[in-house]
Nanobody
Framework: QVRLVESGGGFLQAGGSLRLSCAASAASGIEFSISAMAWYRQAPGKQRELVASISRGDTTTYADSVKGRFTISRDSAKNTVLLQMNQLKPEDTAVYYC???????????????WGQGTQVTVSS
């Protein structure tokens, strides 16, 4: 009923830039509200980790490993979150997942919703 669709992943050399996009949508007639949105990533053999998050009030947080290189932003009118990734490194290689904390009536409370993931591969 509710979907998060990511785009923008790819293969590139170290030092390059990519922009990931994630749009939340729902089937006709379903209204939802978004509190926070975030990007996570999972590299092979590693646990999923938080990369960056942005609150309803546009407060942002970043993993130490990406501070100064990545920027998260959102377009609330379009229910979209972006992740601008600059100065990419081989260690940024991972599947990147969009996450959204959403309220989707009649389900009570706020739940986590996830996108399908988009691969980012950075070669040295």
């Amino acid at each position: 009923q509710v979907r998060l669709v990511e785009s923008g992943g790819g293969f590139l050399q170290a030092g390059g830039s990519l922009r990931l996009s994630c749009a939340a949508s729902a089937a006709s007639g379903i209204e939802f509200s978004i509190s926070a949105m975030a990007w996570y990533r999972q590299a092979p053999g590693k646990q999923r980790e938080l990369v960056a998050s942005i609150s309803r009030g546009d407060t942002t947080t970043y993993a130490d490993s990406v501070k100064g290189r990545f920027t998260i932003s959102r377009d609330s009118a379009k229910n979209t979150v972006l992740l601008q990734m600059n100065q990419l490194k081989p260690e940024d290689t991972a599947v990147y997942y969009c996450n959204s904390k959403m309220r989707v009536p009649p389900i009570p409370g706020t739940r986590d919703y996830w996108g399908q993931g988009t691969q980012v591969t950075v070669s040295s």
